[in-house]
């Protein structure tokens, strides 16, 4: 299975912006579905945003993040971002990106590291 790379985490005061971005060495995203995903500390991972393969481009978030993120994609550089604005200490968690064949459906790449996003009251 693939497994994406996260980048672009931080340290950061609420009210602040992060842009993430998520890369996928060796493989091609085209075909896939992208999703977020952030796990905070002593919670479960959740999946927070999705962007549907090029065919189709729609996006889906949770209303945790709604009108504050946005994720895009561009599939020539096979990568995906996450563009985080009015980030709130409750934002801190370490974030993922996965394939996925439809939004909302199980991951089929491996996860990576992360990235860790920190905000600070």
């Known amino acids: 299975e693939a497994q994406l790379v996260e980048s672009g985490g931080g340290l950061v005061q609420a009210g602040g912006s992060l842009r993430l971005s998520c890369t996928g060495p060796?493989?091609?995203?085209?075909?896939?579905?992208l999703g977020w995903f952030r796990q905070a500390p002593g919670k479960e991972r959740e999946e927070i945003s999705c962007?549907?393969?090029?065919?189709?481009?729609?996006?889906s978030y949770v209303d945790s993040v709604k009108g504050r993120f946005t994720v895009s994609r561009d599939d020539a550089k096979n990568t995906a971002y996450l563009q985080m604005n009015k980030l709130k200490p409750d934002d801190t968690a370490v974030y993922y990106c996965?394939?996925?064949?439809?939004?909302?459906?199980?991951?089929?790449?491996?996860w990576g590291l992360g990235t860790q996003v920190t905000v600070s009251s």
């Open positions: 962007i549907s393969s090029s065919n189709d481009g729609s996006t």
């Open positions: 996965a394939l996925e064949d439809l939004c909302g459906r199980r991951p089929v790449s491996n």
């Open positions: 060796g493989f091609s995203f085209d075909d896939y579905a």
